[in-house]
Every structure is written in C-alpha cells, then in structure tokens.
C-alpha cells in the first residue's frame, strides 16, 4: 500500500493535492503530528485530519510524534482518524495506549526510531495493528532514508510472519521512500511505503504516486 503524507504537500491547494494523490491510486492518507517536543519541528493537529477525511474516502494513517499522545486519542478519532500511531519512545505505557486506541474503535500502531531496537515492541505483539518502522529520525519531510533500516525491516518482518497469520500487523515503513527505493522496501518486507517529498516532491503528485507503485513491482 502507499500512504502519501500531507506534510510534503503545497497547503495553499491542500484539499487539491489529497485528491491527486488518492486519483494517482494511493491506499492511504499519511498524516505527521508533531508537537514541537518529541520533534523539534511543529506541524498539525484535528484540523487536517479532518480536511482529509471530508476530501477522500480513504483510510486516514495519523502519525503521532508527540509527547503524551493519549490527550489526543478521543479528539483525533472524532476528527476521523481511522489509525493512530504513537512512538513507543514517547509514552511510559504503550501497552495502555494501544489498549485504550483500540477500545475507540480505530487501528493502533507502533512507531520506532531509528536508533530504537526492534525489542521495543517485544512485550506488546498482539496489541497493535500497525508497526511504523522509522527510516529517518522524525521531524521533517526530504530527509535520505537510512539503509540499515532494510535489515530492521527484514527481522520485522520474520517476526511478524511467525504470528498467527490473523494477527499480524502491518509493516509500514516512513522516511525518504522514492521510487529509487520502494523495490527495496517491499523486499525486505513492509507492507506500507510511507512517502513526502517522494510523491509531492514534483508538479504532480498523481503521476508521482503511479510511479512508486509501479516500482515497487519492478
Ligand atoms: C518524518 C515523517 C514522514 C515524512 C516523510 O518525520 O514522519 O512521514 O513526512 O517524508 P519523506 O517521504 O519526504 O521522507
Ligand atoms: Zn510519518
């Protein structure tokens, strides 16, 4: 699947650019909150959850790089959030976060950095839909994905794959995925390409999202 994220996209014709790239075939809205805290950069809230919701009817993938995401959780979901992913370096209970994501009836998911261990997660297998393996340290949009990040898909993945196959999360992946790289990502196991500047990085972002699937098949 692609989930093309907002933060990359021109906001003087957001509403435009969501459409173009649910027109070029993406699976996915990807929306990066950040707060200016767990990140050094500041981003958006419900607002464009919401914007995105009433503008396609894809899944909208919302992406929490904050500190204490749990005051959010009822707000985003009225927003439409239909999956909300919390970094398990931002919260002290992760396994209550994602218990209390899913009671609001949405999808939860795990985000890790890129110097986090994949252990992170050990001990909450079965209590998130999503995992979000980060190929560049969050913050910005246009940053060059880290390649040691192949071989953290690849562990993910054979972790995954020996869990019942109706519980097994996806694997997203989220940081300077280009068509250059998807075949690569795809290979080494995510099910989700997470992509910016990949896909708004030029003056159409439908071809642009045409183009990363295709290369994910090439
Ligand atoms: C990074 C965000 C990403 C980012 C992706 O902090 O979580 O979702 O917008 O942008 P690109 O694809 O340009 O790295
Ligand atoms: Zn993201």
């Not at 906001?11 to 805290?37: K, N, P, Q, T």
């Not at 204490?68 to 009225?78: G, L």
């Not at 790289?181 to 997470?194: E, I, Y």
Request: aromatic share 6%.
């Amino acid at each position: 699947m692609i989930a093309p994220s907002v933060l990359a996209a021109d906001f003087d014709r957001l509403a435009d650019e969501i459409v173009a790239v649910v027109e070029g075939g993406a699976d996915w809205i990807h929306v990066d909150v950040m707060d200016g805290h767990f990140v050094p950069n500041l981003t958006f809230g419900a607002a464009m959850i919401k914007t995105a919701e009433r503008t396609v009817d894809v899944p909208i993938d919302v992406h929490l790089m904050v500190e204490r995401p749990e005051q959010y959780f009822d707000e985003y979901v009225d927003a439409g959030a239909d999956i909300l992913t919390v970094h398990a370096e931002a919260t002290t209970h992760l396994h209550r976060q994602l218990q209390r994501v899913r009671e609001l009836g949405v999808k939860a998911g795990v985000a890790i950095n890129p110097g986090t261990p994949l252990s992170a997660v050990d001990a909450v297998w079965g209590a998130f839909d999503l995992l979000l393996v980060m190929s560049v340290n969050p913050g910005w949009s246009g940053q060059r994905f880290i390649s040691e990040s192949l071989d953290r898909l690849r562990i993910a993945r054979q972790r995954i794959d020996r869990l019942p196959e109706d519980s097994r999360p996806w694997l997203e992946v989220d940081g300077g995925i280009t068509a250059d790289n998807a075949a690569d990502v795809v290979r080494a196991g995510a099910d989700v390409l997470v992509s910016g500047s990949g896909v708004y990085g030029g003056d159409d972002p439908a071809a642009r999202t045409r183009a990363l699937r295709q290369a994910t098949v090439d």
